[in-house]
């Protein structure tokens, strides 16, 4: 079980960002996808959610209307929009699915 995302940078306040997460080793179509942040001394949080299906999705209250969640099941593939972003964004970004993690990808808001 391999997952592995990508898509991190630096962006300036109101900017755009979007996170891709590639899955391999299991069938990536029968299981839920979460994107969970981690800010410099804080916990780990989840972010958003996506069935497997990709028929439902869930966010966290601060990211709602900002943030948006998809897959595309035949690529094995997770996205994560990120769009106006704020420097209370900043964390390493990690997809979990089937028990694993990635590596996690950085993203920076900041003028």
């Known amino acids: 079980v391999q997952l592995v995302e990508s898509g991190g940078g630096l962006v300036q306040p109101g900017g755009s960002l979007r996170l891709s997460c590639a899955a391999s080793?299991?069938?990536?179509?029968?299981?839920?996808v979460t994107w969970y942040r981690q800010a410099p001394g804080k916990e780990r949080e989840p972010v958003a959610a996506?069935?497997?299906?990709?028929?439902?999705?869930n966010y966290a209250d601060d990211v709602k209307g900002r943030f948006t969640v998809s897959r595309d099941n035949a690529k094995n593939t997770a996205f994560l929009q990120m769009n106006s972003l704020r420097p209370e964004d900043t964390a390493v970004y990690y997809c979990?699915?089937?028990?694993?993690w990635g590596q996690g990808t950085q993203v920076t808001v900041s003028s």
């Open positions: 080793g299991f069938t990536f179509s029968t299981y839920i």
């Open positions: 996506i069935s497997s299906g990709g028929s439902s999705t």
């Open positions: 979990g699915s089937n028990g694993a």
